[in-house]
């Protein structure tokens, strides 16, 4: 089916990405000399000396949602649904995220539901969006309500539902040490805030109890 796509203007605050003050790459290797050493260890023993180099590159890795914007994932949609207007779910999105405390990880999974109001947006472009929130530093709660909050400004559909399941390392690693411990946050806007039977069709439709 050939698909009427159409460019959306989505508020600035989305489009603008993370403004950050990056030092050079030989900062961070330094950096990570100097917490190598406050471990304990040698960083110039034979294992460790290229271990600069490697966090450098996996932090890019892990944290390169400060260098996209989630809004430009949203921005096109489809018009032509042979008339579909009722929930949409991507459920079971798996993500991993850092603890903006601790910088450990956050491993979980975001389900993600929306009543559309005349357009669709292509589906992988959910899972896009929590990625890009997911890879910088966060707390489960501001993921949820990030996730929420971009697809209800970009594409203004009737309604959102954001929920998310994750363990925090933060917790089975240190502290607590509560292994296998989940956290459950959601959040709701429109049709699903001010009606809860839509509430619990996405909740229960997420738990794979059907309408």
């Excluded at 159409?6 to 950050?20: D, F, G, R």
């Excluded at 929930?87 to 539901?113: N, R, T, W, Y």
């Excluded at 996730?147 to 390392?169: F, K, S």
């Excluded at 956290?183 to 309408?211: A, H, I, W, Y």
Aim: charged residues 25%; aromatic residues 6%; hydrophobic residues 40%.
């Amino acid at each position: 089916m050939d698909a009427v796509i159409k460019k959306l203007m989505p508020q600035s605050a989305y489009m603008e990405k993370p403004v950050t003050d990056r030092p050079s790459e030989a900062e961070v290797e330094a950096a990570v000399r100097t917490l190598l050493r406050w471990t304990g260890d040698n960083p110039d023993r034979e294992g460790l000396v290229d271990t600069p180099k490697r966090v450098a590159k996996s932090f890019r890795e892990m944290f390169g949602g400060y260098d996209m914007c989630p809004a430009e994932e949203l921005g096109r949609t489809f018009e032509e649904v042979a008339g579909y207007d009722d929930l949409v779910i991507v459920k079971d999105i798996q993500f991993h995220s850092h603890c903006e405390h601790h910088m450990v990880p956050i491993i979980g999974k975001a389900h993600v539901g929306y009543l559309p109001d005349g357009k669709v947006v292509g589906l992988s472009k959910i899972a896009r969006v929590v990625d890009i929130f997911a890879h910088r530093l966060q707390t489960q709660e501001a993921l949820t309500a990030q996730i929420a909050g971009v697809i209800q400004d970009v594409l203004n559909p009737r309604g959102v539902a954001v929920m998310i399941e994750a363990e925090h390392m933060c917790m089975a690693m240190r502290g607590i040490r509560k292994q296998g411990s989940t956290t459950l946050t959601s959040t709701f806007t429109g049709v699903f805030k001010d009606t809860p039977e839509e509430q619990v069709r996405f909740v229960t439709m997420v738990r794979g109890g059907g309408v």
